[in-house]
């Protein structure tokens, strides 16, 4: 078992590395950073003499590994906005928010869309299933800005229940959470309602009713169990959608999380708080499928013997 | 063992149907099966794949699918209780403990997710007059279907065990509850040929010791032999023969009993080339009217296009046939 949780961990390194790379040479293949930094009135000699000063005249694959040694010491370069902050520093400040928003609403589509999909499995075709269907159904299709928007004029604006924006407090998180969150709710409930419906069709679930279970332990443990595994299988592609997601939700909510700095940095060319956001999010993505990994190998046995 | 007259059967079912959902014109699985099954007895039931074999037995635990336990008709009587008529979720009390059931496939009935002793011990929780700690009975469980080093074993999962070792921890769960009676859907069909001795013998010495009564499910008539006391002869979906073990072997009464043993094996008889019986069995859809077997019986008439009534041939022993066989097998 930890011989596979090591092997994995190798992996995201790589992932890590190769990624770095790939971010590198984007940045040097959109655009010319020096035409950026130096805004438009600079002479060729002014260039040349910055290209110097940054290093940009040497060769690509010392450029990268200086890109990497920065990197590593946490040197992103600053930010051409904003009184020339560090890059990290300002993506890092914002992270908090967004980690909170996505976190809040992962628990809560989780806990809800389980519970919702093993209800609308054991009472197929009843009120509680056909509703389960219709989430999925409008939850996979909705865009989320379209959502956001509708949520914010309900519940905000007309009824006056929620804030339209703000962070801090409890009730800010409830209209961008559920906005975030529905995309994934309806995912988590499809696939919990089919792997439900496969499970409770099985000898295994035969075999638990024949020892005379009780049908919330039948339902609750044995065939919950099995369901759980695609869920987890997930998790990292529920996890990506959450964070692209983001970048609207925030945008929509005034939300001070990363990706409205994304979107905000974009507006303003402020390319190494672009380029960093994507690193950090890029990063968080491999964490978050390695724990997704490690976790799969704790739940599933047949996972934990193998290699 | 023999069977008193006096003795009221532990099990009984009267005119069981199991069709295609509610519908009275739905297509029937199974169609007006009678069966006692008393205690202490093992009734084997056999026929060919797909005359209804499981249904039946499933249909005894009420664990039928949703749409063919909606199906279900008829009057199966438990110790003087209808379940037929209880709620799918009132059964759990009868299951495990009264009735409990081998199932047919046992390399799927282990949970993946849960160890050895995990799932062994969630029924024995339910057995509240047991003595001893949990931990032990379900050593001793392991013990009493001869897995090695049990103690080990508690840990284990699903995937880490033989077939054969998966089968007897199947049927260590199915068993631990000393149910009243079991039904054992083809117990022995994976297990390899001195396994499935042991196994055998293993569930003969537990129902001697326990007075358990067994509804016995296989092909094999040789295992029929060995196990069982009375024999039912099941044909798409009917029960067409049933009678003392030595009689349905010997005096078959059936066309289809009678092609059914010819097709098997034995020591006397035992040809280059095995007869079969020729066609197959109808579809649930597809059954011909009259007697289900006039499509495939050598001795097919006229009158076999009505609905043949079920006629004594010897003491407790009745077929479904116009022209029950009277000759001793083998004599003619
Ligand atoms: N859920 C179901 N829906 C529709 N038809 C079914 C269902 N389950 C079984 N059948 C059909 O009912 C018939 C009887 O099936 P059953 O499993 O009881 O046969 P069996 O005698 O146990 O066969 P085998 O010896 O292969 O185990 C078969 O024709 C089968 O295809
Ligand atoms: S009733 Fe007729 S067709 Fe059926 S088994 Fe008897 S002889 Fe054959
Ligand atoms: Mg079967």
Redesign the pocket.
């Known amino acids: 078992m930890l011989k596979i949780i090591a092997t994995r961990v190798i992996e995201a390194f790589i992932a890590l590395l190769l990624m770095s790379i790939v971010i590198f040479l984007l940045s040097r293949l959109t655009g010319d950073p020096i035409a950026l930094l130096l805004g438009d009135g600079a002479t060729d000699a002014d260039k040349i003499a910055m290209a110097q000063e940054l290093g940009l005249d040497r060769p690509l694959p010392v450029q990268y590994l200086n890109f990497l040694g920065n990197a590593l010491t946490g040197d992103f370069g600053q930010s051409v906005t904003a009184g020339k902050q560090p890059a990290l520093d300002l993506v890092l400040s914002r992270l908090p928010a967004s980690l909170s928003l996505a976190g809040v609403a992962l628990i809560f589509t989780l806990i809800i869309g389980i519970v919702f999909g093993v209800l609308a499995s054991v009472t197929r075709n009843s009120p509680i299933d056909v509703a389960a269907r219709l989430i999925a159904l409008v939850g996979q299709s909705v865009p989320s800005f379209w959502l956001g928007i509708v949520l914010m004029y309900i519940f905000a604006v007309q009824l006056r229940l929620l804030p339209t924006s703000g962070y801090g407090r409890p009730e800010h998180y409830i209209l961008p959470a559920a906005t975030l969150g529905l995309f994934t709710l309806a995912a988590i409930t499809r696939l919990v309602r089919s792997s439900m419906l496969e499970a409770l069709g099985s000898e295994y679930i035969k075999l638990a009713r024949v020892k005379g279970l009780s049908e919330s332990i039948v339902i609750w443990k044995h065939a919950l169990a099995n369901s759980l595994i695609p869920v987890i299988t997930f998790m990292g592609t529920f996890f990506a959608v959450m964070i692209t997601g983001a970048v609207i939700v925030e945008t929509v909510f005034s939300w001070p999380g990363i990706g409205r700095l994304a979107y905000e940095s974009i507006l303003s060319r402020d390319f190494p708080v672009v380029q960093t956001v994507v690193l950090v999010i890029t990063s968080l993505f491999i964490i978050a499928n390695l724990l997704v990994d490690i976790l799969y190998i704790v739940v599933d046995p047949r996972m934990r013997s193998r290699g | 063992m023999m069977t008193l007259e006096t003795e009221t059967p532990l099990l009984e079912m009267r005119e069981v149907s199991v069709r295609?959902g509610r519908g009275a014109q739905a297509?029937a699985?199974?169609e007006n099966i009678d069966l006692k099954i008393f205690p202490g007895e093992t009734v084997g039931l056999v026929?060919?794949?797909?005359?209804?074999?499981?249904?039946?037995?499933?249909a005894l635990m009420r664990l039928?699918?949703p749409?063919?336990d909606q199906g279900l008709s008829g009057e199966i009587f438990y110790d003087g209780e209808d379940i037929a008529n209880l709620r799918a979720g009132e059964l759990a009390r009868l299951r495990g403990g009264e009735i409990s059931m081998i199932l047919?496939d046992p390399m799927a009935s282990l949970n993946p997710i849960f160890s050895i002793g995990n799932q062994l011990k969630e029924g024995l929780r339910l057995n509240a007059t047991a003595k001893g700690n949990l931990e032990a009975r379900a050593i001793q469980a392991l013990e009493s279907v001869r897995i090695p080093s049990p103690k080990t074993r508690l840990a284990n999962h699903p995937h880490q065990m033989s077939g054969g070792m998966r089968q007897r921890v199947v049927g260590a769960i199915s068993l631990t509850r000393s149910p009243r009676l079991l039904i054992a859907?083809?117990p022995t069909t994976s297990l390899d040929v001195t396994i499935q001795y042991q196994f055998l013998e293993l569930l003969k010495d537990l129902q001697k010791r326990m007075r358990m009564a067994m509804l016995f499910?296989t092909?094999d008539f040789g295992v029929v032999a060995k196990m069982c006391d009375r024999v039912a002869v099941?044909y798409a979906?009917q029960i067409v023969e049933e009678g003392p073990v030595r009689d349905i072997f010997n005096r078959p009464a059936h066309w289809y009993t009678r092609a059914l043993l010819e097709s098997v094996p034995t020591v006397d008889h035992a040809p280059e080339r095995l007869p079969t019986i020729p066609g197959s069995?109808p579809?649930?859809t597809g059954r011909p009217r009259g007697c289900r077997f006039h499509p495939r019986c050598a001795n097919a008439q006229s009158k076999c296009l009505e609905p043949p009534v079920d006629v004594e041939v010897g003491a407790k022993h009745h077929a479904k046939c116009w022209f029950p066989l009277r000759a001793q097998r083998g004599a003619a």
Do not use: A, F, Y
């Not at chain 2, 026929?47 to 039946?56: A, D, F, I, R, W």
């Open positions: 295609l297509p699985l199974i026929g060919e794949s797909g005359s209804g074999k499981t249904t039946l037995g499933m039928l699918p749409l063919l047919q859907d083809e499910i092909h099941m979906g069995p579809t649930i």
